[in-house]
């Protein structure tokens, strides 16, 4: 039996420890490939995860772990932001095991597949996109010693039915958040400006309702009902989600869950529906209260700030939090468009708020704007990933700022609006209930609101504010 072991790497290592963003939600992506390759390889392959930054394994730990499993292929997964973890894993595992072959694959890969030119000598082989089916495929290649080529571009699993459920006994599962991560569907088909996510895979697929309900039952024990859907855009197909809102309430399965969608995907009667089968919080992406800004630059959808409120108004209706992101600093935008956007988060009942700055990442088409505007170098993806920028990633990887107003304006802003917000009495009161509930989120979460009224930041984004490189 061949062992196949999967690294989720941290952010980077300093002096050899892991430096990880303080995150709670387990590697998904991993959890698919490692159970597809159990599922439909048992005899052959055996698949384990180890996630770096979670169960905090220094280079050192890293290097015993290898000796005692002996794989016969190592896969690392990244997203951009962990490059620098990946890489300097890869050089360890490369200066210590100089046979070892090492796959890269994820976010960062399938957005930049230029990158494994780039540093061959670290990773042997690269897979962009989902890629369940292509790497079992290519260990299988490896393992009768067949050639196969460096980089290779997935074949995406077409019937997500076919997948088996995410095995949770390959993660330690008490040290995630308790609420599951899951997917009804996957797929992105938009161009929002700033977003690489696609270059993984556009077509979208669902799986049936019984085979998501399957999974809800597997992991109900474990998450108490619980679960937030990490799909992109979870009413993209309304009649899906009709189906097992339907189903969840027939076959009275109690959850409480949360998904990420757009403000013109929903309407009254869906939340209505969404909400007696359990659902408390959707996230939406608005990323600007202005509307040339959505229309000419994010190219989100086309709702207006009038429909906006008309979905604020049947979520507090039908008593589903409404969280959301918005990013300040958009290319082209006008400090009285900051103000449009500073206005709408301060005057609308948003019970959570998630504020950043346009980052320009590979694969994204703000990335070659930023390249345009001298924001980005070419090679910054290099310079990023061997610490030349500076060790760790925010406030080390550049962010977009338009000219009409510089950074120092946009993290003022940025500040005033996360201070405001998280003042306000509804904000602060729904807080302490929520630590009354859950005690162990106590000191983290007042470690947060200190951070976020004090330095106008949250304790989980450490940004600095520091010249482009
Ligand atoms: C859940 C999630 C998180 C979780 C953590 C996820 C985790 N532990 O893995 C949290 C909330 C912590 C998080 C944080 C961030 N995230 Co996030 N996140 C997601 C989200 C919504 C779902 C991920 C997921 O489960 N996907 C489903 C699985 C099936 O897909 P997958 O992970 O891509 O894996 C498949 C392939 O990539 C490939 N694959 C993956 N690994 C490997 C390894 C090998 C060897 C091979 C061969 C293949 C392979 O096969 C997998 C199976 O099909 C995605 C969006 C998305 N739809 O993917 C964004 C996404 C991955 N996040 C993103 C970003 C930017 C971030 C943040 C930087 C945000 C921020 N500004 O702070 C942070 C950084 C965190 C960090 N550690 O540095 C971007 C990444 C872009 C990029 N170029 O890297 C995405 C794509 C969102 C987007 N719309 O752009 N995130
Ligand atoms: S941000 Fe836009 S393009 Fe990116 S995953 Fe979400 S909906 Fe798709």
Redesign the pocket.
Known sequence: MKKILFFNPPLYFHQGIPKSLDVSVPPLGLLYLASYINHYAKKEFNAKIIDIGKENFSLKDIVSIIKKETPFVIGISSMTPQLQGAVELAKNIKKHFPKSIIFLGGPHISADPDFIKRHSKLFDYAITGESEITFLDSIIKLSKNQKIQKIQASQIPLDLNKLPIPDKKLIKRHLYNQAESMLFSRG?????Y?????SISRTIRYRSTANLIKEIKYCYPFCNGKINFQD??FTLNKDKVVELCKTLIKEKIKIFWEC?T?IDLVDEKLLKLMNRAGCQQINF?I?SGNERVRKEII??GLFTNKDISKVFNWCQKYKIKIACYFMMGHPTETKKEIQDTKDMILKSPIDILGLSIPIPFPG?PLYDIAKKDRIVSKDIIDKFVLKKLGEGYSGIYPVYTPKDSNKEFVYSQLKEINRKFYLKPKIVFRKIKEDFTSPQRIKSDFKDLFSLIFRGMSSRKPYIIQKQK
């Open positions: 992105c088909p938009f161009n929002c700033y977003c690489s996510r696609p992109d855009t990420n757009r992406g990323e190219h989100k994204s």
